[in-house]
T-cell receptor, first 117, second 115 residues
Framework: AQTVTQSQPEMSVQEAETVTLSCTYD???????LFWYKQPPSRQMILVIR??????QNATENRFSVNFQKAAKSFSLKISDSQLGDTAMYFC??????????????FGGGTRLMVKP | ETGVTQSPTHLIKTRGQQVTLRCSSQ?????VSWYQQALGQGPQFIFQ???????GRGNFPPRFSGLQFPNYSSELNVNALELDDSALYLC??????????????FGEGSRLTVL
């Protein structure tokens, strides 16, 4: 079974600054996806960024980037130039990646991020 | 393109009752999964449906059951409600199993309160 751990229940950052959210996971799988999802007060989960485990290059998506350390089973999210709209719960999630695995996500407990003006 | 829609958005039930939650998947998506998110926690996988068949189940008792219809919409049924069933229930759809990007598209959820 997979586990995902987010050790920071809450974080805050000043607008325009940079913040890093931590995530570690445990799995015996070699091929998998990792995701960061954002859940604003509207409740809808929105994909922020994804990483395929076989790719060594860290994923980037505009102001969002990850530091993927496969051997250490670490997957942190860096948000640059933080904006007020980034205020939300952030969830790290794991998905196996093989045929017929289905699309089951294992989520961490979340980090509540507050961006202050 | 219509996204994932869920109904109802909020509902209140009493212990022992039964509830049905509904989900319409995003256009072109044939896979629907359901998650339970207790307050202040991450979502937990309940089960998934692919082409009207259950395809994977999490650690939830049999009183949690579901259906998927030919148009790929889905229902989550919970019998004999317990206080701990109070949660946000999220539906997510995707275009097939383990295909493409692996991304799931979520609805806004149904908030269930059991008194």
């Amino acid at each position: 079974a997979q586990t995902v751990t987010q050790s920071q229940p809450e974080m805050s950052v000043q607008e325009a600054e940079t913040v890093t959210l931590s995530c570690t996971y445990d799995t015996s799988e070699s091929n998998y996806y990792l995701f960061w999802y954002k859940q604003p007060p509207s409740r809808q989960m929105i994909l922020v960024i994804r990483q395929e485990a076989y790719k060594q290059q860290n994923a980037t998506e505009n102001r969002f980037s990850v530091n993927f350390q496969k051997a250490a089973k670490s997957f942190s999210l860096k948000i640059s130039d933080s904006q007020l709209g980034d205020t939300a719960m952030y969830f790290c999630a794991f998905m196996k990646h093989w045929v017929n695995a289905g699309n089951m996500l294992t989520f961490g407990g979340g980090t509540r991020l507050m961006v202050k003006p | 393109e219509t996204g994932v829609t869920q109904s109802p958005t909020h509902l209140i039930k009493t212990r022992g009752q039964q509830v049905t939650l509904r989900c319409s998947s995003q256009s072109g998506h044939n896979t629907v999964s359901w998650y339970q998110q207790a307050l202040g926690q991450g979502p937990q996988f309940i089960f998934q449906y692919y082409r009207e068949e259950e395809n994977g189940r999490g650690n939830f008792p049999p009183r949690f059951s579901g259906l998927q219809f030919p148009n790929y919409s889905s229902e989550l049924n919970v019998n004999a409600l317990e206080l701990d069933d109070s949660a946000l229930y999220l539906c997510a759809s995707s275009p097939g199993l383990a295909g493409g990007t692996g991304e799931l598209f979520f609805g806004e959820g149904s908030r269930l309160t059991v008194l």
